[in-house]
T-cell receptor, first 116, second 113 residues
């Protein structure tokens, strides 16, 4: 149980385009999901906390107009990187908190974004 | 502010040898502590967690960790390492497991056959 999926696993796009990444909790309902960014050989940095049905809470320094987060249902959150640039290339990982067991986050497999 | 330090960037051990990965944290209250493992190009898998109670916690894959409040440490151990344990290991601290986590910079484990 407690499986989180992400789609796509890899995406390559041209500079200036937008990319949407989906995060799904497959066998549990997640009132809260988190989006992290991981640079090569670096730690995970929290970008935002997404609560179902409300606006996401962004960490300091994260541009909310550039990284649009939507959490429209208890099993799906999306991250849209708008007007992507090469510096947005990174590994994006989501996690989800089970609403019935709020003490643990379950992580997705990540999405590798490359912006040309 | 909470923080996590993993002082060892890389560690190499021989298969069958024991392993200890260090983690020190800074947190203003009773911390929730976690160890995660990440294989190349993959997400994170939870190895174990500590919230309260027994300070020695057992996890999956034969790992254990000991919480030492006096040393602000939560070191990960395994008595006998397998080649498949080669991966990146992250220690994390949070106000609660379901709340936002602060991660250390990770320790890359290499296992020599």
């Amino acid at each position: 149980g407690a499986v989180v999926s992400q789609h796509p696993s890899r995406v390559i796009c041209k500079s200036g385009t937008s990319v949407k990444i989906e995060c799904r909790s497959l066998d549990f309902q997640a009132t809260t999901m988190f989006w992290y960014r991981q640079f090569p050989k670096k730690s995970l940095m929290l970008m935002a906390t997404s609560n179902e049905g409300s606006k996401a809470t962004y960490e300091q320094g994260v541009e909310k107009d550039k990284f649009l987060i939507n959490h429209a249902s208890l099993t799906l959150s999306t991250l849209t990187v708008t007007s992507a640039h090469p510096e947005d290339s990174s590994f994006y990982i989501c996690s989800a908190r089970d609403q019935d067991s709020t003490d643990t986050q379950y992580f997705g497999p990540g999405t590798r974004l490359t912006v040309l | 502010a909470q923080s996590v330090t993993q002082p060892d960037i890389h560690i190499t051990v021989s298969e069958g040898a024991s392993l200890e990965l260090r983690c020190n944290y800074s947190y203003g209250a009773t911390p929730y502590l976690f160890w995660y493992v990440q294989s190349p190009g993959q997400g994170l898998q939870l190895l174990l967690k500590y919230f309260s109670g027994d300070t020695l916690v057992q996890g999956i894959k034969g790992f254990e960790a000991e919480f030492k409040r006096s040393q602000s440490s939560f070191n990960l151990r395994k008595p006998s390492v397998h080649w498949s344990d080669a991966a990146e290991y992250f220690c994390a601290v949070g106000a609660g497991g379901g709340n936002k986590l602060t991660f250390g910079t990770g320790t890359q484990l290499k296992v020599e056959l």
